[in-house]
């Protein structure tokens, strides 16, 4: 089974250069059908003339000196024969344009017949001279001959024909693969520039369609985060009433309850703002810092609470991208080590794949067909809802959504000697920007 190109392009400018082909074979066909026939109507016509006159001139010939002029009466495409066996004779058809020309050219007076002979030999006409001897005329009509330069006439006329159709494509389709493009990188964690408006009707009318939606994405995110910051801030008065008065309260295991619940709740007011804002890190603007200062700064702020947070590694070059948000991603993933294993392992190095920092602890790991699911907001391994144990849900995802406004990749993966390891990969363009920089 034969496979036509997959690209759009590739389809477009197959089936014109098909078409492109197709007619031009056509039109030579037709043009080299038209010379044909009109080299054969011309020489029918001379033809007739010529075997006219040359019977004329062999009658009045002696016998005995008929044979010696035939030589001189051939031409390139016809010769004759006189005398002696010349094959079955018939009655010319009506449509037989050479016999009719020879007849017109002799008149009423000679009859012209045709001898049946196989379609590999030269066709033969048979006229009787005055005297009753055989003349037989052998033609085998040729066409006109072909100029040595109209073959490469029509492979360039090919040629430039092919490359018209394929700048065509190319400037139909060129902005239907940005629109492809730029559909592909849309993400709300990421800000994408808007897509030229411009090429043929239909494409620039899909750009202005594609450049809308992404505005209104653009503003359901903010009025997203806008709606949360506001019910943050109107449950926070409320919470903290309700905080005080549990302090007034006789019976300190129900005020303590209370209090747990009061702070459980706050946590995760905070969360969920936390993840509303992370679909924003892209508006974080890039800078080029230090990684290794970002990281002994975070180590250092969790030796200070007096956390067991080591680091191992650097990355030995400066970065270019939004330490905000990348030094959220880290203590997100830190602060679900200390959780589930009492203490995180940070390692930083350097690959062919880009900057790497990855959180290592010792704690019970996830299940294999889970480790895509936890990144995914309010999803707890655990069916409790204690948020001491099962946490919010957010911190996985908060780090999720961050990798991706920063460009990075966020990937979880078990350790062979127990715990997970979480592992945040920059592309090496940060890098290289930095590098350059230098």
Same mark, same amino acid.
């Given at each position: ?87 079955? &004779? #018939?009655? $010319? +058809? ?5 016999? *009719?020309? %020879? @007849? =017109? ?84 964690? &990421? #800000?994408? $520039? +808007? ?5 043929? *009707?239909? %494409? @620039? =009318? ?98 200070? @609470? ?133």
């Amino acid at each position: 089974m034969i496979r036509g190109p997959r690209t759009l392009f590739g389809r477009l400018v197959a089936i014109l250069l098909c078409g492109l082909v197709a007619a031009q074979a056509l039109t030579f066909g037709l043009l080299w059908y038209e010379r044909m026939t009109a080299s054969r109507t011309m020489m029918y016509a001379y033809m007739g003339r010529d075997v006219a006159s040359s019977v004329a001139m062999l009658e009045r010939l002696p016998a005995g000196e008929r044979a010696a002029w035939l030589a001189m009466l051939e031409r390139r495409n016809y010769h004759y024969r006189l005398g002696g066996p010349v094959g079955q &004779r #018939a009655a $010319a +058809p009506a449509g037989d344009a050479a016999a *009719a020309s %020879v @007849a =017109q050219w002799l008149g009423p007076r000679y009859r012209v017949d045709v001898v049946a002979t196989p379609p590999e030999e030269p066709r033969r006409l048979v006229v009787d001279l005055r005297d009753g001897t055989p003349l037989a005329i052998e033609f085998a009509p040729a066409g006109m001959p072909l100029a040595q330069w109209l073959p490469a006439l029509l492979l360039a006329q090919l040629g430039v024909l092919g490359l018209s159709c394929w700048l065509a494509v190319r400037v139909a389709t060129r902005p239907l693969a940005r629109l492809a493009q730029a559909a592909e990188a849309l993400s709300p964690a &990421r #800000a994408t $520039a +808007p897509v030229p408006e411009e090429g043929p *009707a239909e %494409v @620039a =009318q899909a750009a202005r369609s594609f450049n809308a939606m992404q505005a209104r994405i653009a503003r359901h995110l903010q009025e997203r985060t806008r709606m949360l910051a506001a019910i943050a801030h109107d449950l926070q008065t409320p919470v903290t009433r309700m905080r005080l008065r549990t302090e007034l309260m006789d019976d300190e295991t129900e005020r303590d309850r209370w209090q747990a619940d009061l702070a459980a709740m706050q946590a995760l007011i905070k969360e969920g703002i936390a993840y509303a804002r992370s679909a924003h890190a892209a508006a974080e603007p890039a800078v080029r810092f230090d990684p290794d200062a970002l990281l002994d700064a975070v180590v250092a702020d969790y030796a200070d @609470a007096g956390r067991a947070v080591s680091l191992r590694g650097t990355v030995g070059q400066p970065l270019v991208s939004r330490p905000q948000a990348l030094r959220r991603i880290v203590t997100n993933l830190v602060d679900n080590a200390l959780k589930f294993a009492g203490a995180a392992d940070i390692v930083a190095g350097l690959t062919e794949g880009g900057v790497t920092i990855a959180v290592l602890d010792r704690g019970p790991g996830i299940p294999a067909g889970q480790l895509d699911a936890v990144l995914q907001p309010f999803y707890r391994l655990e069916d409790s809802r204690n948020a001491e144990t099962g946490g919010s849900g957010l911190g996985l995802a908060i780090a999720q959504e961050l990798a991706e406004g920063i460009g990075a990749v966020l990937t979880l993966s078990n350790r062979a000697e127990g715990g997970l390891r979480a592992q945040v990969t920059l592309p090496p363009a940060q890098g290289q920007a930095a590098a350059r920089g230098n």
